[in-house]
């Protein structure tokens, strides 16, 4: 059975050298797949991110353009001086840049596209004829909807055949002092071109490749369309993504080598690992069959000192019927004896008990006699106790309501003084309450005066403001920016005398409460005079009380002591004839006690003869 045991653990152990191996190719194989993925995964995710970003910064771009028609369309000026017959010269000087920058109106027509170095771009039905029907599509054609219009409008599209943003605003007052002089609207177009310089600045912004732009998509790497208002691709960006799966896959390659190499002398170690254990098991199983052969050749040893075993056994059972015999022998001569200790204890008992008997009989009659007297005396102490005890608690009952109501007159005088404290104290607080009002009005009455000093601030910089605006549309187109700063703070004055306004409402209010609550502090100061009067009569009819208090008590006190005296007294008395009834009682016990031994000595000795006679 050893034998065959051994054969299966050889047969494990070539398993298990089959299954490492096993083993250690499919996790090769598993960790190459991961790897794949895992590489394809990071590839895609950095072209996604690339692709955000180019959308980014796109929408960015178309963005910027426009917020810059916003800010510019919505102005009181660009309605005074672009609508009715356009003045060229004031389009000219706060519209003009680099950059092309079209009026238009409802039907298309091109009302102005000069730039600021004198260049005149085509009209814009002829420059971007799709662009311009989306925008007259997209923007409001009533003054309510431009009204309604807070962000302006942003497309892309082709400009002269070349990929552009587009932004669109409708020419609307911003402060509503000048009104568009009907439906017929107006609008101002601004067009950046999306060129080589702009896609550089993509590209290093996040860390791209160089980004191409052409009418098409590119055969290879990553193409994204740009796309109109209508959806339709205009143009294609194009450009090499980046592989960061790859790189990542080639810097850590000489890792995976390394890994690689340890793992396969990991799994030639295992291998010896097992081959070691097999050789050990064989040798195991050799000696497991020697281990046999001296385990049987022990059994007979065992069998044979066994049968010498059963023979001393038999010897010891022979010597134990010999003191058997001689134990009987000795018990017949113990029983004997025995019998003649009994007869001789019987005797002695007879003539001992009765003498006993009736010495505890007479002790019990002495010991009534006495019993019956205490008794007696007990009766007469415990009343005179009763009644002494009654009296005492009454007066210490007397003394405690007196000094409790000593206390309380002493507890409501410290408290009457104490409350007296506090209307004083109350009473000055009111008063400092009614003072701080009156500063505060005073405070209050500054801070209307600052107001009105910074509402006539507010218009001194309306008028500066005003005067800014018209000297900078005189001026040359270098001043557009002053125009704007100067409708702004014209704007924030406005905004200044609307806050003066509401600050001093607020003051106003607060004057108001300033004056109810110095009037409520007065009428509180005068109910708290009254209130220090009627403490005042409390307090002296309580010190009267704790004087009358003071006398009683004293001559409860002389009482109390003369009735504890009688107490004590009656108690000794009382303890003399209970001690006396103790004494009495123990005579009674120990008269008992000695008849209750008499018989359980007679008992015993009965007993004790009875097993002697009986041997």
Same mark, same amino acid.
């Given at each position: 059975?050893?034998?065959?045991?051994?054969?299966?653990?050889?047969?494990?152990?070539?398993?298990?050298?089959?299954?490492?191996?096993?083993?250690?190719?499919?996790?090769?194989?598993?960790?190459?797949?991961?790897?794949?993925?895992?590489?394809?995964?990071?590839?895609? +995710? #950095?072209?996604?991110?690339?692709?955000? #970003?180019? $959308?980014?910064?796109?929408?960015?771009?178309?963005?910027?353009?426009?917020?810059?028609?916003?800010?510019?369309?919505?102005? &009181?000026?660009?309605?005074?001086?672009?609508?009715?017959?356009?003045?060229?010269?004031?389009?000219?000087?706060?519209?003009?840049?680099?950059?092309?920058?079209?009026?238009?109106?409802?039907?298309?027509?091109?009302?102005?596209?000069?730039?600021?170095?004198?260049? %005149? &771009?085509?009209?814009?039905?002829?420059?971007?004829?799709?662009?311009?029907?989306?925008?007259?599509?997209?923007? /409001?054609?009533?003054?309510?909807?431009?009204?309604?219009?807070?962000?302006?409008?942003?497309?892309?599209?082709?400009?002269?055949?070349?990929?552009?943003?587009?932004?669109?605003?409708?020419? $609307?007052?911003?402060?509503?002092?000048?009104?568009?002089?009907?439906?017929?609207?107006?609008?101002?177009?601004?067009?950046?071109?999306?060129?080589?310089?702009?896609?550089?600045?993509?590209?290093?912004?996040?860390?791209?490749? /160089?980004?191409?732009?052409?009418?098409?998509?590119?055969?290879?790497?990553?193409?994204?369309?740009?796309?109109?208002?209508?959806?339709?691709?205009?143009?294609?960006?194009?450009?090499?993504?980046?592989?960061?799966?790859?790189?990542?896959?080639?810097?850590?390659?000489?890792?995976?080598?390394? #890994?690689?190499?340890?793992?396969?002398?990991?799994?030639?170690?295992?291998?010896?690992?097992?081959?070691?254990?097999?050789?050990?098991?064989?040798?195991?199983?050799?000696?497991?069959?020697?281990?046999?052969?001296?385990?049987?050749?022990?059994?007979?040893?065992?069998?044979?000192?066994?049968?010498?075993?059963?023979?001393?056994?038999?010897?010891? &059972?022979?010597? #134990?019927?010999?003191?058997?015999?001689?134990?009987?022998?000795?018990?017949?001569?113990?029983?004997?004896?025995?019998?003649?200790?009994?007869?001789?204890?019987?005797?002695?008992?007879?003539?001992?008990? /009765?003498?006993?008997?009736?010495?505890?009989?007479?002790?019990?009659?002495?010991?009534?006699?006495?019993?019956?007297?205490?008794?007696?005396?007990?009766?007469?102490?415990? &009343?005179?106790?009763?009644? $002494?005890?009654?009296?005492?608690?009454?007066?210490?009952?007397?003394?405690?309501?007196?000094?409790?109501?000593?206390?309380?007159?002493?507890?409501?005088?410290?408290? $009457?003084?104490?409350?007296?404290?506090?209307?004083?104290?109350?009473?000055?607080?009111?008063?400092?309450?009614?003072?701080?009002?009156?500063?505060?009005?005073? +405070?209050?009455?500054?801070?209307?005066?600052?107001?009105?000093?910074?509402?006539?601030?507010?218009?001194?910089?309306?008028?500066?403001?005003?005067?800014?605006?018209?000297?900078?549309?005189?001026?040359?187109?270098?001043?557009?920016?002053?125009?704007?700063?100067?409708?702004?703070?014209?704007?924030?004055?406005?905004?200044?005398?609307?806050?003066?306004?509401?600050?001093?409402?607020?003051?106003?209010?607060?004057?108001?409460?300033? +004056?109810?609550?110095?009037?409520?502090?007065?009428? %509180?100061?005068?109910?708290?005079?009254?209130? +220090?009067?009627?403490?005042?009569?409390?307090?002296?009819?309580?010190?009267?009380?704790?004087?009358?208090?003071?006398?009683?008590?004293?001559?409860?006190?002389?009482?109390?002591?003369?009735?504890?005296?009688?107490?004590?007294?009656?108690?000794?008395?009382?303890?003399? %004839?209970?001690?006396?009834?103790?004494?009495?009682?123990?005579?009674?016990? %120990?008269?008992?006690?000695?008849?209750?031994?008499?018989?359980?000595?007679?008992?015993?000795?009965?007993?004790?003869?009875?097993?002697?006679?009986?041997?």
């Amino acid at each position: 059975m050893r034998q065959g045991w051994g054969k299966r653990a050889q047969d494990s152990v070539h398993s298990g050298t089959a299954l490492l191996g096993a083993l250690a190719c499919v996790t090769l194989l598993m960790c190459g797949v991961l790897m794949l993925i895992l590489i394809r995964k990071l590839d895609a +995710h #950095a072209a996604h991110g690339e692709i955000a #970003a180019v $959308t980014a910064s796109l929408d960015e771009g178309i963005s910027a353009e426009r917020k810059s028609a916003y800010n510019t369309a919505r102005w &009181d000026d660009a309605v005074s001086h672009l609508y009715g017959e356009l003045d060229e010269q004031w389009t000219f000087a706060n519209l003009s840049g680099k950059y092309v920058v079209y009026v238009i109106d409802e039907q298309g027509r091109t009302l102005f596209s000069r730039r600021a170095d004198g260049t %005149i &771009d085509p009209p814009m039905r002829q420059a971007a004829p799709a662009a311009l029907g989306q925008l007259l599509h997209l923007l /409001p054609h009533d003054r309510a909807g431009a009204d309604r219009d807070k962000s302006g409008l942003g497309i892309a599209g082709l400009y002269q055949g070349r990929p552009a943003v587009f932004g669109a605003m409708t020419v $609307t007052p911003l402060q509503g002092k000048v009104r568009v002089p009907n439906d017929d609207l107006r609008y101002l177009v601004y067009i950046d071109y999306i060129d080589k310089r702009l896609l550089k600045t993509w590209a290093a912004r996040f860390g791209m490749g /160089p980004i191409r732009l052409s009418a098409s998509a590119g055969a290879s790497g990553i193409s994204m369309p740009l796309h109109d208002a209508a959806g339709r691709p205009v143009a294609w960006f194009n450009w090499e993504a980046r592989k960061p799966g790859r790189d990542a896959l080639a810097d850590i390659a000489p890792v995976m080598l390394a #890994a690689m190499a340890a793992l396969a002398m990991i799994f030639v170690l295992l291998v010896r690992i097992l081959r070691s254990q097999e050789q050990a098991l064989v040798a195991r199983n050799a000696q497991q069959a020697a281990l046999t052969g001296e385990a049987e050749r022990l059994r007979a040893e065992a069998e044979q000192a066994l049968e010498a075993a059963q023979q001393s056994r038999e010897v010891a &059972d022979q010597a #134990a019927r010999e003191a058997v015999h001689e134990r009987e022998q000795h018990a017949q001569r113990m029983r004997e004896a025995a019998h003649e200790a009994g007869r001789s204890l019987r005797a002695a008992l007879a003539m001992t008990l /009765p003498d006993l008997t009736k010495l505890a009989d007479r002790l019990d009659e002495g010991t009534d006699v006495a019993a019956a007297s205490t008794r007696i005396q007990a009766q007469h102490a415990e &009343d005179v106790v009763r009644r $002494t005890s009654a009296a005492a608690r009454s007066l210490e009952d007397i003394a405690a309501n007196t000094d409790r109501l000593a206390v309380a007159s002493a507890s409501i005088g410290g408290e $009457t003084a104490k409350t007296r404290a506090a209307v004083s104290s109350a009473a000055e607080s009111s008063s400092a309450a009614a003072e701080a009002n009156t500063s505060l009005l005073h +405070h209050v009455t500054t801070i209307s005066e600052a107001t009105a000093l910074i509402a006539g601030v507010a218009e001194q910089t309306n008028l500066l403001a005003l005067n800014a605006t018209i000297e900078a549309a005189r001026s040359h187109a270098e001043n557009a920016g002053f125009a704007v700063v100067a409708r702004e703070i014209k704007t924030l004055s406005q905004d200044t005398q609307g806050s003066a306004k509401l600050i001093n409402q607020r003051v106003s209010a607060v004057q108001q409460a300033v +004056h109810d609550s110095v009037g409520l502090s007065r009428r %509180i100061d005068a109910q708290l005079h009254q209130i +220090h009067d009627h403490i005042a009569t409390a307090a002296d009819a309580a010190a009267q009380q704790a004087l009358a208090s003071g006398g009683i008590r004293s001559s409860v006190t002389a009482a109390r002591e003369q009735a504890v005296a009688v107490d004590t007294a009656m108690g000794q008395i009382s303890g003399a %004839i209970t001690e006396l009834a103790r004494n009495a009682e123990s005579s009674r016990e %120990i008269s008992r006690d000695m008849r209750g031994r008499v018989k359980t000595l007679r008992d015993d000795l009965d007993v004790i003869i009875g097993e002697l006679l009986s041997r």
